[in-house]
């Protein structure tokens, strides 16, 4: 603190032109192009024909002779090639509803555990912490089971006989409500520095729980929500876990699953890869993602700082 | 706090007086808590049992099964699965790619991310700017990335293949070269990581009290020395916990495996998640998938639990005091 107030008196010295922030300047600057130039190299790729590019030798710098829009046109008219409206809709779909879940989840869970008492909350809160550490990988294949053999959906008798809710919806919504254990920690971690006298005084006014809940806590938690909000939007817009693994048919395919279809790796030998609709593919999960990124990354670069470092 | 228990008492008091015969009531009010949080979490935790709690047990279990096919009926075991795991190269190779794969793209990413961070730390106009372009790449979809770079590394069209046959060299067939492939991938995961690995290290640097950088000028230490004495052992407990989540993360990499090399040559890329999604959803080998992911489960508890062990018991040690981010 005295330090502070030392440092404050003295003033400021101005940033001068140092060599070493000239070294700083040039190369984050030339790592941070080379570090962009998938992204751009694939922006330019948007703006070819479909046979100028397959036709055309690919350049380090791809230039299209005759631009045209039609690659990001598809993403929202669609094309003969896919369904590709189906996949930006499910993907919006998606994103929406496991980004709406995840602000109320988190925020009623975080509410729970950061205000009321009751016998082994802790130990519940624990028990929920703990479970973080086992990696997710350990459950894809349960998860596939567990679907498969849903009790009584999809033509089940009890366990078997269909494929449970394998390749419906189901598989996109049922994970919804579950309780989001990292974003419940981080906002009973930010409810309890909130002074408790502030729900009291609420409640004195006459303001019932919901009230306290929504219109006294909600409004001071916005920076930790929009955070957990982005990270869930984000993970979401670009998961092709799930569709991927859990669903087949070509109405349930979001925008990445879409292009895991496509994949060259995953193609037979010798197959020609459609590369411009990967392209428009690409461009419709990417440019979405950046726009996020870019209104919001005040709030991601300060929610890293506070999950990240606890010190 | 206090308040508002002796409030609910006391509320709970006049109840009990108007209102004798209102066992419910009274009850309502005496755990007027648990009950909204039994309202509240109920539902929450069921639906959490049904996506992760369950399938997570579950998980640990199966690899004690054999169990081929989704139509076949699971059989007990006992530890064959895992006794197959060890003597079969084909296991034992992935586990060891996971490790050593892991802990190349940690090094290299965390190295490049300090060094930037270091970078990102000075007073640099528009240093925001540049922390957005280095971030960007962690927020792009790892399928549609991965196709950008496979755009590139096509054997007949791709980008650099072009560049060599206009020089005048032989085209290179990646996916016929182990060490083309463990590279590319590589290169992804770092390009991927690395602007993330800058933002935490920022976040470490910015945390280190600034005092110690003084008293480090007053004792005449250059830019090395205060960097070597100051902001490294400021950054130790930070860096523990940066280093042992890249860790955990970067050993569990296999989306770029399955979409830059798919596993080959011959397997030879494969890592041990790779191994997991390829007999769970190619050879419907479940019992095998359920010991992979078992054994790499453990792997990940044991350096975690090794971690949280060691950094309460070093809390004490630390001598240098590190401001509480946020």
């Known amino acids: 603190m005295a330090s502070n107030a030392i440092r404050s008196a003295r003033p400021k010295p101005k940033p001068k032109l140092k060599p070493a922030h000239l ?43 005759e631009p045209t829009l039609e690659n990001f046109r598809a993403l929202v008219q669609g094309t003969t090639d896919a369904a590709v409206t189906t996949y930006l809709r499910n993907s919006l779909f998606r994103t929406v509803y496991s980004t709406a879940w995840a602000i109320l989840t988190s925020f009623l869970g975080g509410y729970v555990f950061a205000r009321l008492r009751f016998k082994g909350k802790d130990q519940l809160f624990l028990l929920l912490l703990a479970t973080q550490m086992i990696p997710t990988t350990i459950a894809i294949i349960p998860t596939y089971l567990e679907f498969a053999r849903f009790p009584f959906m999809g033509g089940n008798d009890v366990f078997t006989g269909g494929k449970g809710i394998l390749d419906t919806w189901w598989v996109y919504l049922i994970g919804g409500p579950a309780i989001n254990v990292m974003g419940t920690f981080l906002v009973k971690q930010s409810l309890e520095k909130v002074p408790f006298e502030l729900d009291e005084a609420a409640k004195m006014d006459g303001a019932g729980t919901f009230r306290v809940l929504f219109q006294i806590l909600f409004p001071l938690q916005l920076p930790i929500m929009a955070f957990i909000a982005i990270t869930t939007a984000l993970g979401t817009w670009n998961d092709f876990i799930t569709p991927f693994f859990y669903t087949n048919s070509d109405a349930l395919q979001t925008l990445p699953s879409a292009i895991t279809r496509l994949s060259s790796a995953l193609a037979s030998p010798g197959a020609v890869v459609n590369y411009p609709l990967i392209i428009t593919l690409s461009l419709g999960i990417t440019i979405p993602a950046m726009i996020i990124f870019f209104f919001f990354q005040k709030y991601i670069v300060q929610g890293l700082a506070n999950t990240g470092i606890k010190g | 706090m206090n308040l508002d228990g002796k409030a609910a008492e006391m509320r709970a008091g006049t109840s009990e007086y108007l209102l004798a015969p209102g066992k419910w009531k009274r009850f309502k009010i005496r755990h007027r808590d648990a009950l909204l949080a039994a309202v509240i979490l109920v539902p929450m935790i ?38 197959r795991f060890f003597k079969e190269p084909m296991y034992t190779h992935a586990l ?69 046959k206009s020089l005048g060299k032989e085209p290179i067939v990646w996916q016929y070269s182990v060490g083309w492939g463990i590279f590319w991938i590589v290169v992804y995961s770092v390009w991927k990581g690395v602007g993330n690995a800058a933002l935490l290290w920022l976040a470490g640097l910015q945390s280190v009290d600034h005092s110690l950088y003084e008293a480090a000028a007053v004792d005449g230490a250059g830019s090395y020395g205060k960097l070597r004495h100051v902001t490294i052992p400021g950054l130790k407990p930070i860096a523990t916990y940066i280093v042992i989540t890249s860790l955990i993360a970067a050993i569990q990499i296999y989306e770029q495996v399955l979409f830059i090399t798919n596993g080959g040559p011959y397997g030879k890329t494969e890592v041990l998640v790779f191994r997991i999604y390829r007999d769970g959803f190619w050879d419907f080998n479940l019992g095998m998938a359920g010991a992979s992911s078992l054994i790499m489960a453990i792997i990940v508890i044991v350096i975690t639990v090794l971690y949280y062990g060691w950094s309460t018991s070093s809390d004490r040690k630390t001598t240098i005091p590190i401001k509480k981010g946020g």
């Open chain 2, 96 to 164: 060891w790619r996971s490790i050593w794969l892991g802990g190349l793209v940690t090094a290299i990413t965390l190295l490049s991310g300090f060094g930037a961070a270091l970078l990102m730390n000075m007073p640099l106009r528009g240093k925001g700017v540049y922390r957005s372009i280095w971030y960007i790449p962690a927020i792009t979809s790892t399928v549609a990335t991965t196709q950008i770079f496979n755009l590139f590394l096509d054997t007949n069209n791709g980008v650099i293949n072009n560049i060599l």
């Open chain 2, 46 to 83: 069921f639906f959490w049992l049904v996506v992760s709690g369950f399938p997570t047990l579950f998980g640990f279990l199966l690899g004690f099964f054999r169990w081929i096919g989704l139509a076949d009926s699971p059989k007990f075991t006992g530890l064959d699965n895992f006794v």
């Open chain 1, 23 to 65: 070294f700083g300047h040039a190369v984050l600057l030339l790592v941070g192009l080379v570090l962009l130039y998938p992204l751009i190299f694939m922006i330019m790729a948007g703006f070819f024909t479909k046979q100028e590019f397959l036709g055309s030798v690919i350049k380090l710098f791809p230039i299209p002779k």
